[in-house]
């Protein structure tokens, strides 16, 4: 993302934990957006940042594992908290975050092929909550907010909410043929019809103390 | 998952292509249930059913397309439509089947590592949306049937509505840390969320000629 032709450096003695890890992450993140999933190796991340494979492997246990490091490090944080206070638009904001980076090339397939690996690298999958936990938490954070300040019925399940509307953007992605139909437009109908509902009768506002 | 122990029947003739469909069919299944998508191989299958690889490869252009079928094949369908006229127990039947047909070993990792794989492998993923397309159709049928009965309101978007309440699911059976999250009871909490929202404040119920 930043410089290009990362130099090979071995041999030049002990250097400090921190300098090793970052140039890692960022040959790794190279690696992916230049080949894809399919064309990650460790070897090539390896080879590009110059640090050992011993190394390498001492920290990243699987190929999965440094592929999903090295994605976000590239990517960046998609999914920052915003609470201005508008539920609705902080919602909407906030995924139309999400989708934005996951339909545009080259992070959008990397993202989709990191799921979907995940089905069959246990080691990579048992890693995915470092994506996942504090993204959802940011959603927990301003969901159990509007909860406090009145807007949400106190027995919203926040949870439910945040795997709904969320969950409504990973189908899309994941299913080729519905892809298309992942848009900003799309979140904005998914969150509308998150909070309102659909029933032609609302159920009867619960009454609080 | 009928009979067991599939015999080769090479050097036996021509025979009707209903009948040799079904025998790769079976045996595809047999072989994905067994070892699953990782241990899934055209060859395996080849052997398994005594249908020659020639055919086999004839009829399914990759090992994604074939693995599909044969979980369709085995699992069956699990999103048979049922419209009693009440939207909500219908959603949540329909539903309920999905998650207990992908929670279930031997089928649900298959189904989710066939969601995964198709994220890599673009003639399995080309083959998708035969799984899909049938199932939203049914849950679009009952939607439809349900703002013409005056249920939902005529301006819902049902395919925002399919895509939202499905996509709960998907996203918990496609993260792994979220998995056993999915239960009948979620599938409960995510059609009562969709149907009725969850602001305190309903929106204006919109009137109608």
Redesign the interface.
Known sequence: MTESAPVKRRGRGRRPFAEVHAEVLEAAGNVLMDEG??GFTVEKVVIASGVSSATVYKYWPSRGALALDGYLHVAGDSLARRDTGNVEADLKYMLTAFVKTVTRKPFG?VF??L??????DTEL??Q??RY??PRRSNFFAILEAAKTR????RD??V???V??????????L?????TS?LTPQ?VG??VD???????????P?QIYD
């Open positions: 999933l399919s397939p989709a092929q799921v979907g690996t995940a089905q069959t999958a048992a995915f909550d996942f936990g009145g807007q949400l019925r919203t399940d949870g439910v909410l795997d709904t509307v969320w969950g409504a953007c990973l189908m899309r994941l299913l080729p043929h519905l139909g799309f109908e998914v019809q998150a909070l309102t509902g659909v029933l032609v009768e609302p159920a506002t």
